[in-house]
Each structure stands twice: as C-alpha cells, then as structure tokens.
T-cell receptor, first 112, second 118 residues
Framework: NAGVTQTPKFQVLKTGQSMTLQCAQD?????MSWYRQDPGMGLRLIHY???????DQGEVPNGYNVSRSTTEDFPLRLLSAAPSQTSVYFC???????????FGSGTRLTVV | DQQVKQNSPSLSVQEGRISILNCDYT??????FLWYKKYPAEGPTFLIS?????DKNEDGRFTVFLNKSAKHLSLHIVPSQPGDSAVYFC?????????????????FGQGTILTVHP
C-alpha cells in the first residue's frame, strides 16, 4: 500500500516553461487536493477534486490547471512557470467524512 | 483574509509536560477541524479531528478541544515527548453545512513549531 505518491521530488524550471506534477493514490479515495507550502503561509489550497471528472478551484488557482480522469490520478499542470511559483507542493487524498487527508511527501519546485 | 490563524509561531516545552497549541478561526461555516503534524522534508500527517457537534475528542496523548462560541480550538499533548517536536497545523473545512463538494476544501493555519526538550 503506497498511499499518495508524488513525482518528481525535486524540479528546477526556467521561467516560462511548463510541466506537470504527478500525483497518484492507491486507496480508492474520492477526494484529492493540491496544496502549496510557503514560509509563514501554511498550506494553501490550489485545486481540489471530489471525484473523477469533478474539480474545483481553491484559494490560489491562478497559473495551475488540473484534471481528474481517474480516481487514482490527479496531475497538476503549471502552464507557464513564474518565480512566484517556487514552493513545496503537496498532493493529498481522503475518503471524506471524519477521515483526514493523507499527504504525499511533496515536490520541491524552484523556478529561476 | 486569514480564516484560520495560529498566532504562536513557536512553542517550547519540557519533556513530560503539557503542550498546548492554539488555533482561531473566523468562518462560522466551518464544521470540521483537524490537526496535522509535519516533520521537515515530509508531508503532513493527520493527528486528530473534531466535528462541530462535539467539544472534545481524545486519542491517546492527544486531545482536541473546540469552543464554538469563541471560534477557538486547541490541541493538548500530554505528556510531551521529544519525538513530538515538529510543525503543527490546524485545518478547517465547511463540509457538512456547506454541502458535499465543500468538504474537499481544507483551510490551514500558518503552523506552530513545537520543540520538546529532553
């Protein structure tokens, strides 16, 4: 049981490049989310999904796209990377109800 | 607009004593609250949660208290151990009151760094 798997763990991008952060879970969880963590800001919600085919915006969605074609996968796409997107990104999943979210180990992204 | 606030950036306690971490919220639609623990270079780990229909929930050394009228919750760790040293985040969601899709939205506080000294 791998839980929530994020790839890559580290990435350096040049301004203007695009990339996809991968997230996969093997727990058959309906709910999945992407967060970014910045110093002094806690974790801020980027996008989330309540099931395959259903996504919605979080607190800081600009510059990011998501899709949920399967229950297992929830990739995060950076359309045109900017230095302000330098952050640690966490993917999380949950079965909902009284259960907390299970987080992946994170992707540390640097945009230069 | 910081809807969930942890006003203490850090807390230092002696091993064996009680650690009390505090969290305030402003959104009255929040009806579910969670605490997470995070070690460096790892993802947050779920610790304990509480629904707004309760005022206390216990799990071993961890107890969460909710004061709805004050919009305040706290996490008590008794006794504190050096392995508890980490960043603690409180989080809230408006899952039940606001409808099913809102459950997916967790709002986090800024975190409190807990250091437990041997």
């Amino acid at each position: 049981n791998a839980g929530v798997t994020q790839t890559p763990k580290f990435q350096v991008l040049k301004t203007g490049q695009s990339m996809t952060l991968q997230c996969a879970q093997d727990m058959n969880h309906e709910y999945m989310s992407w967060y970014r963590q910045d110093p002094g800001m806690g974790l801020r919600l980027i996008h989330y999904s309540v099931g395959a085919g259903i996504t919605d915006q979080g607190e800081v969605p600009n510059g990011y796209n998501v899709s949920r074609s399967t229950t297992e996968d929830f990739p995060l796409r950076l359309l045109s990377a900017a230095p302000s997107q330098t952050s640690v990104y966490f993917c999380a999943s949950s079965r909902g109800g009284s259960y907390g979210y299970t987080f992946g180990s994170g992707t540390r992204l640097t945009v230069v | 607009d910081q809807q969930v606030k942890q006003n203490s950036p850090s807390l230092s306690v002696q091993e064996g004593r009680i650690s009390i971490l505090n969290c305030d919220y402003t959104n009255s639609m929040f009806d579910y609250f969670l605490w997470y623990k995070k070690y460096p270079a790892e993802g947050p780990t779920f610790l304990i949660s509480i629904s707004s229909i309760k005022d206390k929930n216990e799990d071993g050394r961890f107890t969460v208290f909710l004061n709805k009228s004050a919009k305040h919750l706290s996490l008590h760790i008794v006794p504190s151990q050096p392995g508890d040293s980490a960043v603690y985040f409180c989080a809230a969601s408006a899952g039940t009151n606001a409808g099913g899709t809102s459950y997916g939205k967790l709002t986090f506080g800024q975190g409190t760094i807990l250091t437990v000294h041997p």
